[in-house]
């Protein structure tokens, strides 16, 4: 069966500093990769989304950005955290290919606090 | 582009009543529509979905859902619920392009 990582769970930073959250899915190959973010209160903003390594569509301008550098690997970085960083990021996945997978499936999240 | 609204912020309902959240999407074509649920500090869990098909889906954990095109809607149901669907509740709309739209979510609070 899949599962879908994320690490670290809980990340403090201070302002300026940089980023690196990472999620890793397995059971599958090729796969669609989705960074959202979830602020207090509110729903899900896609941020990034991947449908091979190297290949990133990015949906959202931001001081954010993401990488592919594995078929299974998802990176969402930042040079320098803005207070409005904060918030909840989730990566998840869906099937890839031409037929491609509607369902996508979510990783338990990122806690970021910026101060 | 495709949107979700999902008009009720907070839901409080008996343990063993009967609840409903209210979904209800634009997009101009035949929609994928899902239902996640959120504990707090959690990840999103698939209760279930509709592609095509019977409009009435059966999901996770005694959920329902029913498919109305005429009135752009895709709630959700439960017969009698319990206190761990205490929870936030997410309906999603897909396009074509497998991106899916959120709605702000709806909050449900048990109460015994």
């Known amino acids: 069966s899949q599962t879908i990582h994320q690490w670290p769970a809980t990340l403090v930073q201070p302002v300026g500093s940089p980023l690196s959250l990472e999620c890793t899915v397995e059971?599958?190959?090729?796969?669609?990769l989705y960074w959202y973010r979830q602020a207090a209160g509110r729903g899900l903003q896609l941020l990034f989304y991947?449908?091979?390594?190297?290949?990133i569509s990015s949906e959202v301008p931001q001081n954010l950005s993401a990488s592919r550098p594995q078929d299974r690997q998802f990176i969402l970085s930042s040079k320098k955290l803005l207070l409005s960083d904060s918030g909840f990021y989730l990566c998840?996945?869906?099937?890839?290919?031409?037929?491609?997978?509607?369902?996508?499936?979510f990783g338990p999240g990122t806690r970021l606090l910026v101060l | 582009a495709q949107s979700v609204t999902q008009p009720d912020i907070h839901i409080t309902v008996s343990e063993g009543a009967s609840l409903e959240l209210r979904c209800n999407y634009s997009?101009?074509?035949?929609?994928?529509l899902f239902w996640y649920v959120q504990s707090p500090g959690q990840g999103l869990q698939l209760l279930l979905k509709y592609f095509s098909g019977d409009t009435l889906v059966q999901g996770i954990k005694g959920f329902e859902a029913e498919f109305k095109r005429s009135q752009s809607s895709f709630n959700l149901r439960k017969p009698s619920v319990h206190w761990s669907d205490a929870a936030e509740y997410f309906c999603?709309?897909?396009?074509?392009?497998?991106?899916?739209?959120f709605g702000a979510g709806t909050t449900v609070t048990v109460r015994a």
């Open positions: 997009y101009g074509a035949t929609p994928y």
């Open positions: 998840a996945w869906s099937g890839g290919g031409s037929g491609g997978g509607k369902t996508q499936y």
């Open positions: 059971g599958t190959s090729n796969p669609n």
């Open positions: 991947s449908v091979g390594i190297g290949q």
């Open positions: 999603a709309v897909g396009a074509s392009d497998y991106k899916l739209s």
